[in-house]
């Protein structure tokens, strides 16, 4: 069973910062890409960055040169750091993980339960 436990939420002023930490955890074989996504009320979850394993990035235009990912592929963790934070990043924040359970099977992917981000003005 693998499972994806988030930390690292909650309540900060405008222009604050953040660190997510995000943790796979289970029996597998490898882990692909990673990333974070987001969802606030009445809107669709968004992909807010992603990092594959080798360490490319990718980062959705409203949060570059805010937010940096980066990963752990020894800890099996991936991270997001929020810096400069605004009213409307506000939002759950789920993390993302494309885990092989075994090395013949594709990856599947697998969601932790989401930390809420709250950014006041």
């Known amino acids: 069973q693998v499972q994806l436990v988030e930390s690292g939420g909650g309540l900060v002023q405008t222009g604050g910062s953040l660190r997510l930490s995000c943790v796979v955890s289970g029996k597998f074989f490898s882990i692909n890409a990673m990333g974070w996504y987001r969802q606030s009320p009445g809107k669709q979850r968004e992909m807010v960055a992603a990092?594959?394993?080798?360490?490319?990035?990718n980062y959705a235009d409203s949060v570059k040169g805010r937010f940096t990912i980066s990963r752990d592929n020894d800890k099996n963790t991936v991270y997001l750091q929020m810096n400069s934070l605004k009213p409307e990043d506000t939002a759950v924040y789920y993390c993302?993980?494309?885990?092989?359970?075994?090395?013949?099977?594709?990856?599947?992917?697998?969601w932790g339960q989401g930390t809420q981000v709250t950014v006041s003005s």
């Open positions: 990092v594959a394993r080798g360490g490319s990035t």
């Open positions: 993302n993980a494309e885990v092989k359970v075994t090395m013949f099977r594709n990856g599947v992917g697998y």
